[in-house]
């Protein structure tokens, strides 16, 4: 009979963590965006990394660039279709590590109506017992990254070829910053 894997649960703590996105535009200059409503759960008792499990949860009409024309073209149907797929998701199925505090997480991100594998590779930081004048948790911060063709999750307005490149690049950089607080013992 196989022993049961005892995992410490964090809770993504949506006030400190986001996920970021930067595209090339008019293959000119990288547009940068966020999205600010970041929830769900980490399985992890540092180092053991390979028993490692994520499942975050991004709420889509968080996103924000600054510009609110642009903000609001990006949650129309040419691009994140919000009304349609209000929430984008990652969970992780294997986790690496790389040495040290350098971890690479393979899992599934759904993104348009789209589940593609994808690969983040980052790092962990604490875990920190927080003081109590700003909560007194226990927390940890995690932060990494990933390329991804957006067209393979159906957003092509802007691939139009245009002299010396595209109108929107195909390949997205996105990152991870999530802050997560000490749940219980799972």
Do not use: C
Not at 41 to 66: E, H, K, Q
Not at 97 to 114: A, E, P
């Amino acid at each position: 009979m196989a022993k049961a894997i005892t995992r410490t649960k964090w809770g993504i703590d949506p006030d400190h963590s986001s996920v970021s996105f930067s595209i090339k535009y008019l293959m000119l200059a990288s547009i940068r965006g966020m999205m600010n409503k970041v929830t769900g759960t980490v399985y992890f008792d540092p180092p053991d990394v390979v028993n490692m499990d994520v499942d975050v949860d991004i709420d889509a009409s968080g996103l924000t660039t600054g510009v609110s024309k642009r903000d609001e073209h990006l949650k129309g149907p040419d691009f994140f279709d919000v009304p349609r797929y209000p929430k984008i998701t990652f969970t992780s199925t294997k986790a690496e590590s790389l040495g040290g505090r350098r971890i690479r997480l393979t899992g599934d991100l759904g993104l348009h109506g789209v589940v593609r594998q994808v690969v983040i590779e980052g790092e962990y930081t604490g875990p920190v017992k927080l003081p109590e004048s700003i909560g007194g948790e226990t927390s940890m911060g995690f932060t990494g990254s990933t390329v991804i063709n957006r067209e393979d999750f159906g957003m092509t307005w802007g691939s139009l070829p245009m002299e010396g490149g595209m109108v929107a690049d195909r390949e997205v950089l996105i990152t991870f910053d999530v802050e997560a607080d000490l749940m219980d013992r799972a």
